[in-house]
């Protein structure tokens, strides 16, 4: 009878666990032949740590198709070339994205231009239409009553609005619901229609509902840089020991016990995650120890949100800081042989990416002729040219002529988004352990030379590019 009853419960319990849902990506870019896809997702949405989650080959006519398992709604990014498109996708549903004059433009840079892929609306996806809509209707919105809002104060637009939003939105689909709501709870606090206390119990900012999108951006809005702001009631100096100091995540967070906005303890430890990213990349508070902290709150902590929230702080801390150790770094050089980072361990390593487009890329290079000359036994010297015309960029090497490796990112995209390469010239210097020493590294003078015990006595003179000429 025992035995009957667990089976009765396990299956029962089991029966309530929301079961996965495929959806189903097809696409087209016909401009795009043979161009890499990825699609990429966000670790959680206080982190936004971003992880590569599939990629696809466009086959000869541009063509591509991605599933995915899951049991939630997701934001879901993506990246031909580093140009990239968000779009809302939920399980169960087949989505055909296309964009028929999208192409890859070799001399824009997409991090800069703002330029998306531009994918055409799916007529059976009602959610990104409709939340397209809702992103015009706040600019439009803001466009016509910033005057009476903010100089003004006059809230009677704001409630009109809200009346609207009510009638047009918050009947439609939650996630387009929980988006109007969202922010239009950021635009009242922000005038005060909403006081900071009533909107934590008003909108359950201490039930936090990791997987909401549009809920966690106002929860990050409020609790923004939180614990360095007027509302806590810790010093800065206090909390400075705190965090320099105290070595477990518990303890911390025990000792902020006393913040009027952080009594409930899931609360509390989740606000002082986000404030660990936040102090981190402050030079008063400790790196070294903010990394241990976040490390313990791995181990620690029960919800296995924050534990995703603690890792994905854990790889954006870390992410290219002197110190750590780069991502990995190998292709062909310029005459085809290949090369990996591994191969320079034991000596100063200076990388450089460069674009044929970028004037100002040669300087420092130039400059580095007689260095590296001086220091080869010492010195390892790396250019990347980013160009994707693969002609374009062998000419450019062979112009340039230098003595030291020469390698060809190509389609090599999630190279370049490994080392955030969204502008040029972009250089680092390696230790002799392979470790970051400085990224970036603005100055040779300051960054690359000290480090080198056999610089000539005499400083080398910065000159304009001289292209070697074959005699």
Not at 153 to 169: C, D, E, R, V
Not at 193 to 201: G, P, V, Y
Not at 299 to 304: D, I, Q, S
Request: net charge positive.
């Amino acid at each position: 009878m025992i035995n009957r009853f667990s089976f009765f419960v396990f299956f029962t319990l089991l029966s309530l666990i929301p079961t996965k849902a495929q959806i189903v990506v097809n696409g087209s870019l016909p401009q795009c032949p043979g161009e890499t896809l990825r699609l990429i997702l966000f670790n959680d949405y206080i982190s936004f740590h971003e992880r590569t989650f599939a990629t696809t080959q466009l086959d000869g006519q541009g063509r591509f198709s991605i599933s995915i398992d899951t049991n939630a709604p997701i934001i879901a990014i993506f990246d031909v070339a580093l140009f990239r498109e968000q779009w809302v996708l939920e399980p169960g549903k087949t989505y055909f994205l296309a964009a028929p004059v999208f192409r890859v433009d070799e001399q824009l840079n997409p991090r800069l231009s703002g330029q998306g892929i531009g994918f055409l609306p799916d007529s059976n996806d009602l959610l990104n239409p409709a939340l397209l809509a809702l992103n015009t209707d706040f600019s439009h919105f803001l466009d016509t009553s910033f005057v009476a809002l903010y100089r003004r104060h006059n809230l009677k637009p704001l409630q009109a609005f809200n009346m609207y939003l009510g009638s047009t939105y918050l009947a439609k689909n939650p996630i387009v619901a929980s988006s109007a709501r969202y922010r239009l709870a950021s635009l009242q606090l922000s005038l005060g229609s909403i006081k900071r206390k009533d909107a934590l119990t008003q909108f359950r900012l201490d039930s936090i509902q990791y997987a909401d999108f549009e809920y966690m951006q106002f929860w990050n809005e409020y609790f923004d840089h939180f614990l360095t702001s007027k509302d806590a009631k810790v010093s800065n100096l206090k909390l400075l020991a705190l965090v320099n100091h105290t070595s477990s995540f518990l303890a911390l967070s025990d000792s902020l016990r006393r913040e009027p906005f952080l009594y409930n303890e899931e609360l509390r430890n989740t606000v002082l995650l986000k404030a660990l990213g936040e102090l981190y990349f402050k030079p008063a508070f400790d790196e070294t120890n903010i990394l241990l902290l976040l490390q313990d709150a791995v181990k620690v902590l029960p919800n296995k949100w924050q534990q995703t929230i603690a890792n994905g702080l854990l790889s954006k801390c870390k992410w290219l800081r002197r110190g750590t150790f780069p991502p990995a770094l190998d292709g062909n050089d310029k005459d085809g042989n290949a090369y990996a980072l591994s191969q320079a361990k034991g000596k100063l390593v200076f990388i450089s990416f460069i674009n044929s487009s970028c004037t100002a890329c040669l300087s420092n290079l130039e400059l580095l002729r007689s260095v590296y000359e001086d220091n080869k036994n010492d010195l390892e010297v790396l250019t990347i040219i980013t160009d994707r015309d693969s002609l374009q960029a062998q000419n450019l090497a062979n112009l340039l002529n230098y003595n030291w490796k020469v390698l060809f990112v190509r389609n090599n995209y999630q190279l370049l988004d490994d080392y955030k390469v969204y502008s040029y010239p972009l250089e680092l210097v390696l230790d002799k352990q392979g470790a970051i020493w400085q990224y970036p590294a603005r100055s040779l003078e300051e960054h690359l030379m000290p480090l080198l015990t056999n610089l000539p006595n005499k400083k080398p003179n910065r000159q304009g590019f001289q292209p070697i000429r074959k005699k």
